[in-house]
């Protein structure tokens, strides 16, 4: 059973920064894709940035330039760097990460960027 837990959202400012994590209860990371998602209020969830095992990164158009993603094998999390927020990012933000042919999702972290 894979444990995904994400942390570090919270309210903050436009132009501000944030960094999320996304620890997993095991070392699937270093062999295994993983997906940052989010979830807007009254909108789909959607695939924001992702890297897989052999560190090839995807940006959506909408992060890029702002956002980075990274991984930590030693510490199995991967990190979202979030800069220049705004308030068009507020969402409750998800990992994902399929393993042995299952999907797995932590529980959300909320960032709310706001005056």
């Known amino acids: 059973q894979v444990q995904l837990v994400e942390s570090g959202g919270g309210l903050l400012q436009p132009g501000g920064s944030l960094r999320l994590s996304c620890a997993a209860s095991?070392?699937?990371?270093?062999?295994?894709?993983v997906g940052w998602y989010r979830r807007a209020p009254g909108k789909e969830r959607d695939l924001v940035a992702s890297?897989?095992?052999?560190?090839?990164?995807y940006y959506a158009d909408s992060v890029k330039g702002r956002f980075t993603i990274s991984r930590d094998n030693a510490k199995n999390t991967v990190y979202l760097e979030m800069n220049s927020l705004k308030p068009e990012d507020t969402a409750a933000y998800y990992c994902?990460?399929?393993?042995?042919?299952?999907?797995?999702w932590g529980q959300g972290t909320l960032v709310t960027v706001s005056e």
């Open positions: 890297i897989t095992s052999s560190g090839f990164m």
């Open positions: 095991g070392n699937i990371f270093s062999r295994n894709g």
């Open positions: 994902r990460v399929n393993f042995l042919g299952r999907e797995y």
